[in-house]
């Protein structure tokens, strides 16, 4: 009943830009934390950054200084704007948000269907 639909990805240069865009929709209840996690070819997923509904964030050391996160709550977007791309940032990314259906007693992790990043020259 809850989806999370991404955007956002492509091929940039090394120093390029791109702004990732997630959008949850169906019959919420609420959302709790949002936030971006990404996997390489024979990597482990890996989390880049986190976003509380407060406001709080949380990001991957590696990308610190970088990339931004940034939620809009009453589109239920969450936004990943990345700035200096390197190679070694070229992955599948994914949305994820725990969000509590209107159908259900509890909030459930969500996962949107990863959306490529490339990196290179």
């Known amino acids: 009943q809850v989806q999370l639909v991404e955007s956002g990805g492509g091929l940039v240069q090394p120093g390029g830009s791109l702004r990732l865009s997630c959008t949850a929709s169906?019959?919420?209840?609420?959302?709790?934390?949002m936030g971006w996690y990404r996997q390489a070819p024979g990597k482990q997923r890996e989390l880049v950054a986190a976003?509380?509904?407060?406001?709080?964030?949380n990001y991957a050391d590696s990308v610190k200084g970088r990339f931004t996160i940034s939620r809009d709550n009453v589109k239920n977007t969450v936004y990943l704007q990345m700035n200096s791309l390197k190679p070694e940032d070229t992955a599948i990314y994914y949305c994820?948000?725990?969000?509590?259906?209107?159908?259900?007693?509890?909030?459930?992790?969500?996962w949107g269907q990863g959306t490529q990043v490339t990196v290179s020259s």
């Open positions: 994820n948000a725990e969000i509590r259906a209107r159908i259900q007693p509890r909030a459930y992790d969500y």
């Open positions: 169906g019959c919420i209840f609420s959302i709790n934390a």
């Open positions: 976003s509380s509904n407060g406001g709080s964030t």
